[in-house]
């Protein structure tokens, strides 16, 4: 590789690239080789196809990029120039892929996706009601470039935003057009990052740092890991556009230790640009200068929170500190120096403002939230993966249209959006418009992008605790509000999960949830009540009916109810006596029944049965009530 030391130097580079490296002619196939395609086996199709087309005497290029989003169709691919959509592609079907793609030029109808077996499939990408309403910033380059390959992003236009800014915009200019954009924070404060930029750049110090979070903690959520892995120049981009801006020269990376891949495509892409001359001494031939680096995290989710994580990156453990002075402030980033952090999606999404101009990002989504927002969308619906949507669009768009609906054509219970901080939305809010405001007035948050879906089967009281016993248990305890609030509140939902609610207990929990909310000093014990209140405002007649009626309407929670067995629906297959580990199912010449004294209402005999003629339903103590 040759150092560029021009802005024409890049511009005659990218023609040449252009027009070499993505012929219209030529045989090409586009793999998704993310995390989530290669645990489906991405890497041995690869090595499969670069075999038989061999055999086959075909030259076939194959490009594997990053996540092309739609993960549970996995490994999927895009074969041009027909445009072709695969997916859940197998070693043994290479064969037939090449010799009836690119030897015959028509598709293998058994790789297309379609709805249902009744349905015609879909041959093109761009067809997919998955794919339908995606419009794509963030992602732009998952699924068209090799992210190992530094040429791919300089013929997509890679670069070309720092070119333009070094070369015809002062800082302040490039700081105008982010604060026109008004660009929030991708990461889930949704903080307009114009001001945040603005701030770091009013102080004087001489040293400042731009710093990419990349921790990304939440359970479910790849958001962040995609981009990292499929695009890592475009976030090195962004990060230089913004060291250019508030006249930083040094930066850093911040990834959790849990994505080798993204760790890895990072590295290779610094030393790519270093080598280009787009990181380090006079970058492009000017005086601007940028050193970037990685620092790996341990995984603790309280690394997510800004100070934590700048205690992290200087060494020490990832405690939160109490503000002021912000980290924009001298004395409160890293090693005391004023410190720009954005989360990795809001880099990647500012070389196309650049590009494309401030008017370009707002006629996307919303007047208060401009733009795009991408949604790891998991859960029981149909179409799980990666999605990137306008602001402004509804939650049912994005579960029933892109996410194809409820698994098993069961009924829609709640959303719960922004990872174990966010809230648990019901059905009557599905047209709630999807922004940062509208979520916050509903009770929960964007967060950084987790969407999981739940289905009628599905005990909210158990889902706030299954999201409370993670922020509890990765509370880093130095303030009392959250290491005991959130203790004391998750005992309270063992107590009524577990059938020993009491009167008052639902009240005490709300009552501790917004002492911790008001008095914790961070944002992850801020955030920890979150699932609880917001299934307490929607969904408080199931915390009733587990404390006063001993019974759980979804039948998870175990040690409540009263089981049965119907004698008629019954076929005395004994599966459930089989499963009970007490004796407490009894069998006798012509029946099986439950011994109430004997049953520990585990739910073991209830899983078992494969009719459903084992019954729960209220507990017979509070059924004497209600007669009563």
């Not at 995606?134 to 992003?153: E, F, K, T």
């Not at 917004?514 to 914790?520: E, G, I, K, L, Q």
């Not at 944002?523 to 404390?547: I, M």
Request: charged share 25%; with cysteine; proline share 5%.
């Amino acid at each position: 590789m040759q150092k560029i030391t021009d802005f024409e130097g890049l511009h005659n580079l990218r023609l040449l690239l252009q027009e070499q490296t993505f012929r219209e002619q030529d045989h090409r196939i586009r793999i998704c080789c993310g995390t989530a395609c290669v645990a489906s086996g991405a890497k041995k199709l690869v090595n499969s196809i670069e075999d038989e087309s061999k055999n086959q005497g075909l030259d076939v290029e194959l490009v594997q990029t990053g996540c092309q989003g739609f993960c549970q169709q996995g490994p999927v691919m895009k074969v041009e120039p027909l445009g072709y959509y695969y997916q859940k592609v197998k070693e043994s079907d290479t064969e037939e892929l090449l010799t009836n793609t690119f030897s015959a030029g028509f598709p293998v109808r058994k790789l297309l996706y379609r709805d249902s077996i009744m349905q015609e499939p879909y041959e093109i990408m761009e067809e997919l009601p998955f794919y339908k309403k995606q419009i794509r910033v963030a992602l732009r380059n998952n699924g068209r470039i090799d992210p190992l390959n530094i040429n791919h992003y300089i013929a997509v236009g890679g670069y070309s935003a720092l070119s333009k800014i070094l070369s015809s915009m002062t800082p302040k200019e490039v700081l105008d057009e982010v604060d026109k954009a008004n660009l929030r924070g991708r990461g889930g404060a949704g903080f307009p990052a114009g001001r945040k930029w603005r701030h770091t750049d009013s102080d004087p110090s001489p040293i400042k740092l731009v710093i990419a979070n990349g921790d990304e903690g939440d359970p479910g959520a790849f958001m962040d890991r995609s981009i990292m892995e499929g695009d890592p120049h475009g976030l090195i981009e962004g990060m230089l556009i913004c060291a250019y801006a508030i006249k930083a020269q040094y930066g850093f990376i911040y990834v959790r230790h849990e994505y080798p891949l993204a760790v890895q495509h990072l590295i290779h892409a610094i030393r790519d640009a270093e080598k280009l001359g787009f990181l380090g001494e006079n970058i492009l031939g000017t005086d601007f200068t940028f050193h970037l680096d990685i620092r790996e995290g341990a995984g603790a989710f309280v690394c997510g929170e800004s100070t934590a994580l700048v205690a992290s990156i200087e060494g020490e453990r990832g405690f939160p500190r109490p503000r002021p002075p912000r980290l924009s402030e001298q004395g409160g980033g890293a090693w005391g120096y004023p410190s720009n952090l954005n989360n990795i999606e809001t880099y990647a999404c500012i070389p196309p403002i650049i590009e494309n101009g401030a008017d370009w990002f707002t006629s996307i989504g919303t007047k208060g939230s401009p733009g795009t927002k991408v949604f790891a969308l998991t859960g029981k619906v149909v179409n799980t993966g990666l999605v990137e949507v306008p602001m402004g669009i509804t939650l049912r768009e994005i579960i029933f249209e892109i996410g194809g609906g409820i698994i098993g054509g069961k009924k829609f219970k709640a959303v719960q959006t922004g990872g174990p901080s966010g809230g648990c939305l019901p059905e009557n809010l599905l047209d709630l418009e999807v922004d940062f405001d509208t979520l916050w007035e509903a009770g929960s948050m964007m967060g950084s992008g987790g969407m999981v879906v739940l289905d009628e089967e599905t005990c909210m009281v158990d889902v706030a605790k299954f999201f409370l016993s993670f922020t509890q248990s990765e509370s880093c305890g130095k303030c009392p509000p959250c290491r005991i609030g959130t203790y004391q509140m998750l005992e309270i939902l063992e107590k009524i999960t577990s059938g020993n609610g009491e009167p008052g207990d639902i009240e005490q929990l709300e009552t501790l949830s917004n002492h911790v909310v008001d008095a914790s000093l961070c944002g992850l014990g801020q955030g920890a009540p979150n699932p609880v209140l917001s299934t307490l405002k929607y969904f408080r007649e199931e915390y009733e009916e587990h404390v006063h009626d001993k019974f759980c309407r979804a039948k998870v929670c175990n040690g409540l109810g009263t089981y049965t067995i119907d004698h008629i629906e019954c076929f005395l297959c004994g599966l459930c006596k089989q499963a009970c580990a007490f004796d407490a199912v009894k069998e006798t010449r012509k029946t099986f029944f439950i011994d109430q004294d004997l049953c520990t209402k585990c739910t073991a005999c209830y899983t078992a049965c494969p009719i459903d003629a084992v019954k729960i339903s209220k507990s017979m103590a509070a059924a004497k009530v209600e007669v009563s």
